[in-house]
T-cell receptor, first 113, second 119 residues
Framework: KQEVTQIPAALSVPEGENLVLNCSFTDSAIYNLQWFRQDPGKGLTSLLLIQSSQREQTSGRLNASLDKSSGRSTLYIAASQPGDSATYLC????????????FGKGTRLSVIA | SQTIHQWPATLVQPVGSPLSLECTVE??????LYWYRQAAGRGLQLLFY??????ISSEVPQNLSASRPQDRQFILSSKKLLLSDSGFYLC??????????????????FGQGTRLTVV
């Protein structure tokens, strides 16, 4: 059974810092890995999708990497801003893409001005 | 462009009352559809998913049910709510397709959620 773990559970940093969020999964037979952002009381916003054949994806100040063989992904946020404060969730496909995502519990990020 | 609509945004229901949450997707056909529940401190729990009309897979046995009467409509229901049904319910869709380099793109997109409080 696939299990996804995110470390740390919560993180507080001063504005301007670069930071890394970690995600690990127990079964390396994944298809894709997706990072989401969730603001309090809101739905999930897709940030980055890394296909299993890729090693990283970038969008603006965000960079996500994937090491499928070791079951790890990281989300790097450069020059953090207070607007980045949210919960960040990592999720993996089980295999063929027609099966649902399995989620970690998220990392709650606070960026202090 | 594709959009997903989920309603209502908030709902307060007494124990034992019925439930119907609706989710619709626009701008795509034959999507995979999902219902998740998010409880405080427990992460997202998959409840149901559907790969086509009338096809429902249940991940967790409970007093909830799901139906897909139309291609882009997914409904979450209960005949009698329990206190433990309180939570944040999220609908999502994906449409697996091969991208231009022949790799399957399975990106998932979520609705804004329904906050259900059973009292």
């Amino acid at each position: 059974k696939q299990e996804v773990t995110q470390i740390p559970a919560a993180l507080s940093v001063p504005e301007g810092e670069n930071l890394v969020l970690n995600c690990s999964f127990t079964d390396s037979a994944i298809y894709n890995l997706q990072w989401f952002r969730q603001d309090p009381g809101k739905g999930l916003t897709s940030l980055l999708l890394i296909q299993s054949s890729q090693r990283e994806q970038t969008s603006g100040r965000l960079n996500a990497s994937l090491d499928k063989s070791s079951g790890r992904s990281t989300l790097y946020i450069a020059a953090s801003q207070p607007g980045d404060s949210a919960t960040y969730l990592c999720a993996v496909d089980r295999n063929s893409g027609n099966t649902p995502l399995v989620f970690g519990k998220g990392t709650r990020l606070s960026v202090i001005a | 462009s594709q959009t997903i609509h989920q309603w209502p945004a908030t709902l307060v229901q007494p124990v034992g009352s019925p439930l119907s949450l609706e989710c619709t997707v626009e701008g795509t056909s034959n999507p995979n559809l999902y219902w998740y529940r998010q409880a405080a401190g427990r992460g997202l729990q998959l409840l149901f998913y559907s790969v086509g009309i009338g096809q429902i897979s249940s991940e967790v046995p409970q007093n909830l049910s799901a139906s897909r009467p139309q291609d882009r409509q997914f409904i979450l229901s209960s005949k009698k709510l329990l206190l433990s049904d309180s939570g944040f319910y999220l609908c999502a869709w994906s449409a697996p397709s091969l991208n231009r380099v022949g790799v399957l793109d399975t990106e998932a997109f979520f609705g804004q959620g329904t906050r259900l409080t059973v009292v």
